[in-house]
């Protein structure tokens, strides 16, 4: 299995304003996954971030609005930029276990409500 | 791209009756079909997953069956308990990658004891 860290757990945010998502993992992983998940909806994949190249970004989601960088092989970042009220959200990092079954193993979330 | 249609949206059953969740995909290439729980408040786990190659598989008192032909497959709980109460997501998948993988609308199970 893998143990995701991730930061902040939630937090109340004002309109226009940006924030940045941690995700820390306790073992190297390729690729690690950013998933935002609406209230009472479905998890949608935004984004899938690889160390040394720049994140590949679903249908619908574009780097401007939500920036990734992937410094290492453990940890990720995602910012919400210029966040709007349908921006309230959990956020949710994830990667796949190490023996690679397919496997995803999600961080706790980061609930993201903003005013 | 892929599409996943789950069934139902919500489902209440009584303590030790059975719970079935029904997913439909479009993408016939798609091979691999997980099960996620989703507890109140909490990260989604892995509870049952099945590739293509095979036709059921069961883990206890949860079964998960493959229709590749008709491109739907359920969750099967027997002998529900209360913990089982969650959301299940089902998704689906061409090879194990992760971003690959594509999300039913998700199930809120509620069983009364």
């Known amino acids: 299995s893998a143990v995701i860290s991730q930061k902040p757990s939630r937090d109340i945010c004002q309109r226009g304003t940006s924030l940045t998502i941690q995700c820390q993992v306790d073992s190297q992983v390729t690729m690690m996954f950013w998933y935002r998940q609406q209230p009472g909806q479905s998890l949608t994949l935004i984004a899938t971030a690889n160390q040394g190249s720049e994140a590949t970004y679903e249908s619908g989601f574009v780097i401007d609005k939500f920036p990734i960088s992937r410094p290492n092989l453990t940890f990720s970042t995602l910012t919400v930029s210029n966040m709007s009220p349908e921006d309230s959200s959990i956020y949710l990092c994830?990667?796949?276990?190490?023996?690679?079954?397919?496997?995803?193993?999600f961080g706790e979330g980061s609930r993201l409500t903003v005013l | 791209g892929e599409n996943v249609e789950q069934h139902p949206s919500t489902l209440s059953v009584q303590e030790g009756d059975s719970a079935v969740i029904k997913c439909t995909y479009s993408?016939?290439?798609?091979?691999?079909f997980p099960w996620y729980k989703q507890e109140l408040g909490k990260r989604p786990q892995l509870i049952i997953d099945i590739r293509s190659n095979v036709g059921e598989k069961k883990d206890q008192r949860i079964a998960v069956t493959l229709n590749k032909t008709a491109k739907h497959f359920s969750l099967h709980i027997t002998e529900t308990q209360p913990e089982d109460s969650a959301v299940y997501f089902c998704?689906?998948?061409?090879?194990?990658?992760?971003?690959?993988?594509?999300f039913g609308g998700g199930t809120r199970l509620m069983v009364k004891p």
């Open positions: 998704a689906a998948a061409r090879g194990i990658g992760g971003n690959m993988l594509t």
């Open positions: 993408d016939s290439a798609s091979n691999y």
């Open positions: 994830s990667v796949r276990g190490l023996l690679n079954t397919g496997e995803l193993f």
